[in-house]
Nanobody, 128 residues
Framework: DVQLQASGGGLVQAGGSLRLSCAVSGVTFDDYAIGWLRQAPGKEREGVSCISSRDGSTYYADSVKGRFTISSDNAKNTVYLQMNSLKPEDTAVYYC?????????????????????WGKGTQVTVSS
């Protein structure tokens, strides 16, 4: 049974920080690029960030570059998204996702490639 357990969302003021976690079980961690997508009300879904343990590649959407950092702990099969300098426009439901046998850059074209496994969303709200 594949599970992506996301946690760490919450309410924070603009300029603040949050760390999201995605614990992966039921699959071989290194076989997947693990990342985050987000969707805000009335907006299209956006691939935010991704990491591949296999080749060490990472991906960041332009909207979060320089503010968000993705990392992985292979011993714990967990991916973290450190979000700093948060802005109100970062408000969204964040979903952890796994894509089989690809590089992190796949997150940039995720609507074309598709996600193999989804976690439940976690709400991030940034107040102004």
């Amino acid at each position: 049974d594949v599970q992506l357990q996301a946690s760490g969302g919450g309410l924070v003021q603009a300029g603040g920080s949050l760390r999201l976690s995605c614990a992966v079980s039921g699959v071989t961690f290194d076989d997947y690029a693990i990342g985050w997508l987000r969707q805000a009300p009335g907006k299209e879904r956006e691939g935010v960030s991704c990491i591949s343990s296999r080749d060490g590649s990472t991906y960041y959407a332009d909207s979060v570059k320089g503010r968000f950092t993705i990392s992985s702990d292979n011993a714990k099969n967990t991916v973290y998204l450190q979000m700093n300098s948060l802005k109100p426009e970062d408000t969204a439901v964040y979903y952890c996702a796994a894509v089989f046998d690809t590089t992190a850059q796949a997150m940039g074209v995720i609507d074309l490639i598709g996600v193999d496994y989804w976690g439940k969303g976690t709400q991030v709200t940034v107040s102004s």
